[in-house]
């Protein structure tokens, strides 16, 4: 089993910047994709953002891409979203996943239902 426990969560004005952080412990040893999801009150669960062990590709939802960066540390068992020109539709409670299965395709790095690991989620809301 994986456990995974996100920090970094808060309230911070429009154009404002959050570094959200997943920390996996348990048998992080088969891992092989984590990423990121939210879910604002009243709305489904959408991706944010995903990145794969081999070769490390990260993948980012339309909304996000060139404000959101991914990351990961394979020494820490850690990876983190940097999430910079926030606005107040990025308000939601952020999610980190994992699984066992090295993901290579948006399609399928973008399924919640293919994550086998979540965390309880930390709130982030922006205000205008």
């Known amino acids: 089993q994986v456990q995974l426990v996100e920090s970094g969560g808060g309230l911070v004005q429009a154009g404002g910047s959050l570094r959200l952080s997943c920390a996996a412990s348990g048998r992080t040893f088969s891992i092989r994709t984590m990423g990121w999801f939210r879910q604002a009150a009243g709305k489904e669960r959408e991706f944010v953002a995903a990145i794969n062990w081999s070769p490390g590709t990260t993948y980012y939802a339309d909304s996000v891409k060139g404000r959101f960066t991914i990351s990961r540390d394979n020494v820490k068992n850690t990876v983190s979203l940097q999430m910079n020109s926030l606005k107040p539709e990025d308000t939601a409670v952020y999610y980190c996943?994992?699984?066992?299965?090295?993901?290579?395709?948006?399609?399928?790095?973008?399924?919640?239902?293919?994550?086998?690991?979540w965390g309880q989620g930390t709130q982030v809301t922006v205000s205008s």
């Open positions: 996943a994992a699984d066992n299965s090295n993901y290579r395709d948006y399609a399928t790095m973008a399924r919640s239902p293919e994550y086998d690991y």
